[in-house]
């Protein structure tokens, strides 16, 4: 599938020793370096299922981590990112029907709305951006070899014996749960608020995920060796990352609604196949709400980058909105956090249109050093807050330094002034 648009990430001299990256990992519950010592950084962020796109929650996600993409370019990596679109499950085909819409339409227009939304955020776009639906085939095969070892079985269930729908037996994975460090009484609530259903009758274990659902009448559904029918919903994510990335890539990310039961059971059946780790570090941003509750589809107290910009909010006072705030925290979105924004662009609009300011290799180093600090962009803002106010306030004879600061709050935030 298609992706979207990227503008070309400006050049930074270099302001001595890089830091690695650091970011916190779920799994190991603390700060991890991040990214290989050279080469190409492998990361897979878990993209939107097509409807509702693209709330603020969505675009806090894909900003956050567009800041690693951008510190792993900035550091001299190449960086091979992944990500997929859930473009057929239970809810996008349920919100097609209440909408009495086609649930490919629905996707299609969905899909080009996000495109949209995450070039006007500057979000560079992955390498590959890959459907469920295109990826059908991969995944096909990836669950009949799962089948043939024994992985995957048949779900004999007396209320519904016609679709003995397939299901991975999470036991055959002893990692099962060391990513979220839920307990199974824990886990179990969770797994069924989440698209899981761990009261069917005939599964092995209550928290086997589904990876096959076998045709009902009035679903879409494909051929296959075992039945026509559709994929789940954590296989495709775990066929697409070991297709485009390979095994044990370095970062699988997304909000922290995913951490279980998504990214726990696309790393299981992942590491079962290749036999190595799913990906070397798991990372989560925080939950952006609205109103006390967090912004959601099932609650429908959404904000939509669209309609933002159509009422006239420049694309980059939404971005700074979102980079004021650590990725990994969870914040409630006000319209005062646009109204400050939309002031932080118009001073550093001002700042960077000095014919000269104060220098800013000490601005430019310290916004390295914040991000590579598990990327926190609001250590990184205040620097450049600091680096305006001052040459406002001031006169700076460093004619190049306005130009810097352009190219860093670009290159490094994504911010273009
Ligand atoms: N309120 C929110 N705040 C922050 N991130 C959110 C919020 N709501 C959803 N997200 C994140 O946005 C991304 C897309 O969410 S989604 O549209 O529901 N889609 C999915 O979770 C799956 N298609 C992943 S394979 C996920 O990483 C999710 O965690
Ligand atoms: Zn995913």
């Not at 952006?288 to 009422?311: I, Q, T, Y």
Request: aromatic letters at 8%.
């Amino acid at each position: 599938m298609q992706a979207w648009r990227s503008r070309t990430v400006p050049d930074l001299p270099a302001t001595g020793e890089q830091p690695r990256v650091r970011a916190y990992d779920s799994k190991a519950q603390g700060l991890a370096e991040v990214g290989p010592d050279g080469g190409t950084a492998r990361m897979y962020v878990c993209g939107i299922t097509p409807y509702d796109a693209t709330h603020l929650g969505h675009a806090n996600t894909y900003v956050g981590f567009d800041l690693l993409n951008r510190v792993w370019r900035d550091s001299g990596l190449l960086v091979n990112y992944v990500q997929n679109v859930t473009d057929v499950d239970d809810p996008l085909i349920e919100r097609a029907d209440r909408d009495g819409v086609d649930w490919r339409e629905l996707a299609e227009e969905q899909i080009a709305l996000f495109r949209e939304d995450m070039e006007a955020l500057n979000v560079l776009a992955p390498a590959s951006y890959v459907g469920a639906v295109e990826a059908i085939p991969m995944i096909v095969e990836l669950i009949e070899r799962h089948r043939r070892e024994g992985l995957v079985y048949a779900v004999e269930d007396p209320t519904d014996p016609e679709h003995p729908d397939l299901y991975f037996a999470q036991a055959s994975d002893p990692t099962f749960l060391s990513l979220s460090h839920l307990s199974p009484e824990e886990a179990r609530p969770v797994f069924a608020e989440r698209g899981g259903d761990p009261d069917r009758p005939g599964k092995r274990d209550p928290l086997d995920a589904l990876v096959w659902r076998l045709e009902r009448p009035g679903e879409p559904a494909w051929d296959s060796p075992f039945g026509r029918g559709r994929p789940g919903w954590h296989v495709e994510c775990t066929a697409i990352a070991l297709d485009r990335l390979g095994a044990a890539f370095d970062v699988q990310a997304g909000g922290s609604d995913l951490v279980f039961p998504h990214h726990e059971m696309s790393a299981v059946e992942g590491q079962v196949t290749t036999g190595e780790v799913f990906a070397r570090a798991y990372l989560h941003s925080g939950m952006v709400g609205l109103d006390g509750e967090k912004m959601s589809k099932s609650r429908g107290n959404l904000v939509f980058v669209s309609a933002l910009r159509r009422s006239g909010v420049d694309p980059m006072a939404i971005r700074l909105a979102l980079l004021a705030h650590h990725y990994r925290s969870d914040w409630m979105y006000s319209d005062a956090d646009l109204a400050a924004a939309a002031e932080r662009l118009a001073t550093w609009r001002e700042a960077v249109r000095l014919d000269s300011a104060l220098n800013a290799e000490a601005t430019l180093a310290e916004v390295r050093a914040a991000l590579a600090d598990d990327l926190d962009a609001p250590r990184a803002l205040a620097a450049v807050d600091a680096w305006a106010g001052a040459s406002l306030a001031m006169d700076g004879d460093d004619t190049e330094a306005p130009g810097l600061v352009a190219r860093l709050a670009d290159g490094l935030l994504g911010v273009v002034l």
